[in-house]
Every structure is written in C-alpha cells, then in structure tokens.
C-alpha cells in the first residue's frame, strides 16, 4: 500500500486559453492533514475539483486510494466542501443531511443527530437552509462532507465566515476526526494562523503549480523566530557568538546573521560591540507561516 | 443504487406532491377553455365531435407543454443555478442515471397528469354536449377511438418534448431559455396536428420528433452536462 493516499503527477488544466494547473505534482500521505496554501487564482480549487472528479485534468496521472484517476470507490470514501456551502436551499438541514446520506448509501440515523450535534446545528435542523446564515451553512457543509466517516476530506475554505470560536471547534473537530478514524484531510484555507495550527504537512501552490511539500515540523525547523544582526565583520562576530555560549545561529547574504537560540539582544549588542564589530541592524524576527509562505513565494519554491 | 430510489431521491429534492397539485388548477383552467372554446368555435352547432376532440386534446397539450418546462426548470435547471450540481457530481454514481432519473420522474408527472387531464376534459365535453347541446351529432364509439388515438399521440408527444427541452434545458441551463425551447416545440406540434388528420402520419410524425428530441438529448448531454455553470460570455 501507498504512503500517499493522493498521488498527482504533471497534472495540468486550461481552461480555453487560461492555465489554472501546470505539471503540478501533488503527494498527501496517509493520514496526514494536508495544508493547501496559496494566493487567489493559484489553482486550489481546480485541483480540489479535480480530486473529487467536477472537473477533468487535460494530462497528468492521478493516483486516489490506490486507484489510478477517480473512481466510484474513491468517491464513496470522500467527504469534501468544494467552493461555497451550496445545499438544497427549500429543503431543511436535516433534510439535506438524509438526502446526502441516502445518495452515499449510509443509512445510520443516529449519526446525521451525532453531526448536527457536533457541528453545533442540532437546534436549527428543522429550518430551511434559505433561512441559515453563512456559517451555519458552512457548519452544515462540514456536517455533510464528515456524515459518512470518509477516509479522505477535501475541504476548500471550510472556515470560511466562521467566528473565531466557530474555527477553533471546526479545528478541535477536525483533528478528532483525523485522530480517532485515521482520515486524512486535505485542506485549504486563507487563514495561515489557523493552518499552522491544524496541518501537518504544507503544499504551497504558486504560479499554478505546487512549488514546496514539507512537514509542518520541517517548515517550523526552517522558519524559526530569530534574532537578526547585520554588522561589518562577520568572522569576528561569529567567534564573538560562540565566546558569548551562542551555537545556534546561520550566517545569511549581506553580512547578516541569524541567532534561533534564545538569547538577550541587548548582552549580544553589549558583546560585537565591544569587541570591534559595527553593529548596523539588531532586529527580532518572529516567524509566522505567514511569512514562510511569502518567503517561498519570493524565492520561486526555495528555502 | 437502483433507479426507481433515485428518481425518489429526485422527487424528495422538489418536493414532488406540490408540483403534482399544480394538475389541478391546471385541469380546471383546461375545463374552462374547453367550454370557451367550444362555445366561441362552434357557435353555430355545425362542429362534429371528431372536431372537438382534436381541438381539445391539443389545448391540453399545450396548458401541459408549460408544465413540462415547469417541471424540468426545477428539476434541472434549478440544479444548475443553485450548484447544487456540484453535489450530485461528487457521488459515486454515473451522471447519465442521474438526468435519467431526472426525466422519467418529469415524464411520469406530466404524462400522468397529462392523461388525467385528456380524460376529465373528454368527459366534461360529453356532459356540457349532453346538457347544452354543444356539439353537431352525437358521441359515437369511433369518437372515444378518436379521443383515445389523440389522448396517445399526444403522450409520444409530450414525452418528446420532455426529452427536447431537457437537452435545451442541459444546454442552456436557464429558465428562460428552457421556455423559449418549449414554445419553439409547441409551435412543431401545432403545425403537424393543425394540418394532419391521418392518425398513421401523426403517429409517423411525432415517432420522427421523439427520436430526433432522443438525439438532441444525447448530444445535449455528452457535450454540455458536465459543464457546471452557464456559459457567461
């Protein structure tokens, strides 16, 4: 069996003359919640629309559970939120879950109350969905797309109009899901706050095409909060470093060098200064994914 | 999943029974015309049954043309405009027996109120002729011969035009269009039942339009049903 339960390679779409996907290669172990983060126009929501079979890639190979392209198994196995929270709007929630229930074939009634009651809907059920507000639809959505256990969960923007308490529960439930029935998640999202909190694994899409996998452990090792100096000596000021106990620090392009180890900028200061060094720039830089993401952007997929 | 739970699966999603009401008021707005009709017509008495019959089964069948476009906008279209489409798509079952499903629960509908319709207007033209004279003759059994070949060749008819308006309705994805393709259909049907009375001509006929609407059909979806939004530009 696969590490990866989603395997893509040279996967590429056009619509009439626009590029939306170019040889974008994709792996999303098992498992795994899956980040998908990238700028408006990217390419997120084709891929993901690909992935649940709206839309035909016009070359590449797609590897699902296994199976090559999209098949009915795979289908069967997949909850997903693709674009907007669309529903039945004349029918009421409840009635959209059983709908859904009925076209999966899963017939467990005590699971669509076990939803709504998850999903924070179990007093609003009886309601047409015309009536719901934008975050109940989107909670609706989240209760439609985990109904059946799905082994995979593609979600587009699934916190999308949430308050924040409602992000946080989605993200409390999400990982639930992903720990105690193993599903992997495949997510996208705008909010790089909420990602770093909830993903595990990073696939930034740029220039439609995904430019960088890694872990979120690897991503963090890479984009640790440090201390930056910029100075005129930078062998003086690396044996000054490690005479003052500092190991953990890179030497960067124009004469500047990073310090992750936690340490008092004012004593490092104290220390290049009174030992020669012109000290130009002192600066903490605390790290967010945010500024990863742009980083990696700028340099074309690199770091 | 078996077809007959999916065209149910279609009839919870538009909450079929309000639809199916429709029929009435449909039927006594028919009723009404019928009597108009035949009164504005045949004022003279000189009109025969034959005459009558043919007159009034096509008048049903036109009050049910715009219940089949009805139906079909909220059957398809309404599945388009409102994405819900997208939905439908993520299952595992194939897109053809959804729209399959989709026209035989439109077929079945209209072509059962549509019969309903032909018969309570017949048996209102009998009872009206009886009371009030209306009509040049009296009811013979080639007449109930007549109503019934008409009463058919209406029912091929109307189930081409499901089939005609639900390729436009895949193509177009619009409810005006979907009217538009429906009026287009009706003025075919008048022209062929306005200067046909052969009934084997008729049948030939409107056999010609139902595998032609069938053709229509099939390239309408191959070509456009997997396209989720109307064409903008």
Known sequence: MSAYIIEGKNISKSFDSTVALKDLDIHVP?????????????????????????????????????RSGITSEGLESTGSIIEYPYFYERLTGLENLQLHA????????????????????AGSSDRKVMTYSLGMRQRLAIARAILTYPGLLILDEPTNALDPEGIKDMRTMFKDINRNYGTTIIISSHILSEMEHLADWIGIIDQHRIVQEKTMDEVKKNNRSHLTICIDDVKKSCVILEHIGIKDFAVQENNSIRIYQDTDPSIVAKELVSGG??????????????????????????? | MKMSSLVCLEARKVKIHKLILLAFPITIALLFSTFVSIFGVNQDHASSFAAIIKMMTSTVWDFYLFYIAYLINKIIVEEYVDHTIMILFTYSIKRTRFFLAKILLTSVISLSCQILSQ???????????????????????????????YAMIDLLAADAAVLFISAAAIMKKSVSSVFLYGIGFLFVYQVIISQINSFPVLWICYGSLLIASILFYIF???????????ETR
Do not use: P
Not at chain 1, 277 to 288: A, I, K, P
Not at chain 2, 119 to 141: H, I, M, P, Q, Y
């Open chain 1, 30 to 66: 098992r498992g795994s919640i899956y980040g998908l983060i990238g700028l408006n126009g990217a390419g997120k929501s084709t891929l993901m629309k690909i992935l649940v079979g709206l839309e035909a890639m016009d070359s590449g190979s797609l590897c699902i559970f296994g």
């Open chain 1, 102 to 121: 009925s076209y999966m074939g899963f017939h467990d009634k005590n699971r669509i109350a076990e939803v709504l009651e998850q999903t924070g809907l």
């Open chain 1, 277 to 303: 060094v012109s000290l130009y720039e002192l600066f903490q830089d605390n790290r967010t994914l945010e500024d990863y993401f742009f980083e990696v952007l700028q340099n074309g997929g690199g770091i």
């Open chain 2, 119 to 149: 018969v309570v207007c017949f048996a209102f033209v009998v009872v009206a002729d009886d009371r009030f004279s209306l009509v040049n003759g009296v009811l013979t059994k080639s007449n109930c011969n007549e109503f019934l070949q």
């Open chain 2, 220 to 230: 309408s979806s191959r070509r456009w049903m997997n396209k989720l939004t109307t």
